[in-house]
């Protein structure tokens, strides 16, 4: 591979990237204040999730917001089954032959970040909805939906965590 052709190959990847940490953060639009939240959205200030924001000064966007009321209807109403969803890249971005490893070394560390972050939200969401985990919502028992919602405040965290990831990359590849 010629010099020029990996520079392009770097170039074009970075745009890449920017595109979807750009598309990434609309996700999470909304970002109010964590003290408005605290006061007046969020039911459980005490969560891993909401410190996590609160610490890292991101403010807690709307889907977190949404998220939570989901899980507060779960705890509530034994007939309500939720479905969250997300939707990410394919996991090829961290193979060996990834043009990732390419670009520089703030960006491809925070890159990396990036991808392991959505990784683990998507597998923290089909845990949820997998197998006996699952049965777990679907049960009348208030232990078990409890459980499961427990679970949910896990992505929730997942989630704060790529929030962040999705911030670093963007100023990354600003710089």
Not at 41 to 61: C, R, Y
Not at 94 to 107: C, H, Q, T, V
Not at 139 to 150: G, L
Request: net charge negative.
């Amino acid at each position: 591979m010629t010099k020029n052709h990996k520079r392009s190959l770097r170039a074009t990847y970075r745009t890449f990237l920017q595109a979807h940490v750009e598309n990434t953060l609309e996700s999470f639009t909304g970002a109010g204040s964590t003290h408005f939240a605290e006061n007046h959205l969020v039911s459980n200030s005490d969560a891993d999730w909401f410190i996590f924001l609160k610490e890292n000064d991101l403010g807690v966007p709307q889907i977190f917001i949404d998220v939570t009321a989901v899980i507060d209807k779960a705890r509530s109403n034994s007939s309500y089954i939720p479905s969250v969803n997300y939707f990410g890249l394919d996991g090829n971005q961290l193979d060996s032959s990834s043009p990732i490893w390419e670009i520089n070394g703030a960006e491809s560390q925070a890159a990396v970040k990036y991808f392991l972050t959505q990784k683990q939200i998507e597998t923290s969401i089909d845990y949820q909805y997998d197998g006996w985990y699952f049965d777990l919502i679907k049960s009348t028992e208030p232990e078990s939906r409890e459980r499961w919602c427990k679970g949910m405040e896990n992505v929730l965290f997942d989630m704060a965590q790529h929030y962040k990831a999705a911030t670093d990359l963007q100023k990354a590849l600003r710089s």
